[in-house]
């Protein structure tokens, strides 16, 4: 499902270079849960962005799905986050003052379904992630920040992506929150979905199957239960 | 694809109503203003420029030269070698003529109810109250039958009915007695005030062949007027109605003309100065405004940069095309420009009026060119602005954007 190969990525600002991710190699399979755990300034989350296919590596390959992603355009890659992944933000990025239906429909913008179909699909998401019907036309600033994430995690749905990216989906809740947050993300992998999940809190890298922990852009350890 | 965009565009412009309102008034506040600023600078200039051409700036005056007997000068005008054939010959040749008005002017004793006052009578032709910027304020000013018929008819000046019939009188009806002939008033005119050349308020106007068979008693004339198009054809049309009469009268030497040309230069100088400054004035004006404007208009789009950046670095995270990005960013500048333009012009149109209704001195003038020109800086502004920093946006990786700050 996931191949990564001798991932490099170096920051240059000025004359100082900065090594993030350090001959980073690993696979992922369908229906894995994995956590990657690290410090800040860890590298876990330049990672995350090579996987999401928000920003490419200064060298090495990245395969989805068998396709090797690095060599892709701008808009080949918005196509393959659109198809393929779902993402799920630290800090919820809903649309403000946008209700949580459309906030969920808009990865269907500009593709060929209908009005309905996207409705249609939106409530089936946000209902599997387990919100609330009655809050399907309120404000997105409106809500709670337990009940953003979950539409946050509803709009990564929308497309049934390949696989699940979160980058510390828990890093704004309080600890309630996050359990109910994580129970979710737990509840879509037993369904099937492959999930990657990016915090530095050992308790929520817990609720995965996998945990990879990198330090200075280097793996050091990775764990199976 | 098209559908989307347009519905996406209203959702973003209507879910941020405050944002949208905000960036609307700034335009509708720069072309507003810029409307009504430029149409009071050019009401203004309007009114100077009518000011100036009832004073008659674009007359030239005809009279006859010098009369020579020997070395000895009668002096100028003393000479009789105008007739009304040049008058209709100078309207057959010269182009650019607006009106040409041929007279015989002399100071008569009038007389009337035991009144009686010495004034200048004139007599003339209908083109006269054109050609003279007289208008009528009672009854009628000689007409072309009257001239044609060489009717014992006059029109008053304003001063001469005071004097003769009392101060707001109507004299209409009334008859005057002129060297002994009597004329029946038709017509008094409006006071004018001095004209430089004589004071028309202080004269009464008589057909021009009655001029010549009771008074004068020959075919002369004693000047012609002639109105040029406007102020700039002047000097051409007393250059040709300078060389037509040269030629018409067979005189090769310029020197020895038996006309004299006379046109108010020195009021054409200072109209032509008063003009240029206003043009100065309303282009100040009006760059002045649209600088304003513009940067009203600049400060609002670039204020929502931050959060539109993040919201184009969410939308491309999700996997939305850049182009469609692009389309609908644009799609809300124009929308938002457009919607504030209108508003804008119709204000500006608005207050233009209400400046006209309220300041009765200040005629203001809704020129095209403004509108065009507020219109269409704005517009291009709040496009540029509105539309620049997305695309910037939209050209960063999502992650970049997410992250702007």
Redesign the interface.
Known sequence: MIECKNLNKIYQTGDVQTIALNDVSFSVEKGEFVAIIGPSGSGKSTLM?IL?A??APTSGSYFLDGKEVSKLE??EL??????K?G?V?QAF?L????TVL?NVM??L??SDTTDEERVERAKTCLAYAGMEESKFYNLSNQLSGGQMQRVAIA?SLI?NPAIILADEPTGNLDTKTSNVVMKAFQELNQKGHTIILITHEQEIAAFAGRVISIRDGVIESDIKK | MIADILKETFWSLSANKVRSGLTILGIVIGIASVITMVSIGQGAQKTIESSIQAIGSNLIIITPGAQKSGSVSGGQGSSQTLTVGDADMIVAEVPNVKGIAPEVSKRYQLNAKGNNTNTQVVGTVPDYLGVRNIAIDSGTFVTSQHVKSSAKVVVLGPTVRDDIFGVGADPIGQTIRIKNVDFEVIGVALAKGGTGFSNPDNSVYVPLTSAQHFLSGDTFVTSISVAANDQNSMTAVQQQISEFLLKSHNITDPAQADFTLMNQTDIIATASSITGTFTMLLSSIAGISLLVGGIGIMNMMLTTVTERTREIGLRKAVGIKKIYINMQFLAEAVALTFLGGFVGVALGWGASLLVSKFVPQLTTVVSLSSVLLAFGVSAAVGIIFGFYPARRAANLSPMEALRYE
């Open positions: 962005h999401g928000l920003d701008d808009d918005s196509e393959l986050r659109r198809e992944i993402f933000f990025n649309l403000p003052r946008t459309r808009l990865p913008l500009y709009r497309n």
